[in-house]
Every structure is written in structure tokens, then in C-alpha cells.
């Protein structure tokens, strides 16, 4: 069974900051690419960030470039998503995720493996 576990999230002012934290096992982190992706109420979910399983490669939504940063901490077998800059819009819940092997971006579709969400709310 695949264990991630997402947390970190809460109630920030505009342009204020958070570190999302995913927790997993080193296997994973090996093995799967991981991703961050986040649901607004009524809306679509988006993909947000994701690293490959190499950690070479990155990807991120065009909404949030330059403002968040994903990484990998091999050590503590877990992934951040730190969001700076914060908006208004990226108000949502937020999940992290793995899929098998390398390649799938910001492809929901490609993660088989999903945490619980945490809330992330960003008041103007």
C-alpha cells in the first residue's frame, strides 16, 4: 500500500507564505514521481507542481510560477510544496500524489496514489 500523507495548510494573508508537507516512504520517492494538485470549491482540480522521480525535472502551472516551489527531502522521505506570494485564487484544498515512474507532470489523470487534502484559505 502506498502511504502519503499530506499537511501544512491554513489561513494566510495575501502575499503571505505556507510549506505544504507530503509525507511518504523512500521507496516511493525512488519509484514514483510525486505531485502537488488542488481543488477549489466548484471548480476543476488543477495540477499545481510536480517533480520528477529523478528530481531533475520540475513542472509547474503557469498560475503559479515563481511563486511556489516543489522539492524532495530524501532524508525525511517527504515533498514541500513552499507557496509564497500567495493569492486570493490559490485558495483551495491541496493534495499530493504519485504516480508510477516518471512522466506524469501535472497529468491527474497519471497518479494512482492521493492524500487526504489539507485546506489552504488565502483572505485578501
Known amino acids: 500500500q502506498v502511504h502519503v500523507v499530506d499537511s501544512g495548510g491554513g489561513s494566510v494573508q495575501a502575499g503571505g507564505s505556507l510549506r505544504l508537507s507530503c509525507a511518504t516512504s523512500?521507496?516511493?520517492?525512488?519509484?514514483?514521481?510525486m505531485g502537488w494538485f488542488r481543488q477549489a470549491p466548484a471548480k476543476e482540480r488543477e495540477g499545481v507542481a510536480s517533480?520528477?522521480?529523478?528530481?531533475?525535472?520540475?513542472y509547474y502551472a503557469d498560475s503559479v510560477k515563481g511563486r511556489f516551489t516543489i522539492s524532495m527531502d530524501n532524508a525525511k522521505s517527504t515533498v514541500y510544496l513552499q507557496m509564497d506570494n500567495l493569492k486570493p485564487e490559490d485558495t483551495a484544498v491541496y493534495y499530493c500524489?504519485?504516480?508510477w515512474g516518471a512522466g506524469a507532470r501535472l497529468n491527474g489523470r497519471a497518479y494512482a496514489y492521493w492524500g487526504q487534502g489539507t485546506q489552504v484559505t488565502v483572505s485578501s
Open positions: 523512500g521507496y516511493i520517492l525512488r519509484s514514483y514521481s
Open positions: 517533480i520528477d522521480r529523478s528530481t531533475v525535472s520540475t
Open positions: 500524489a504519485a504516480a
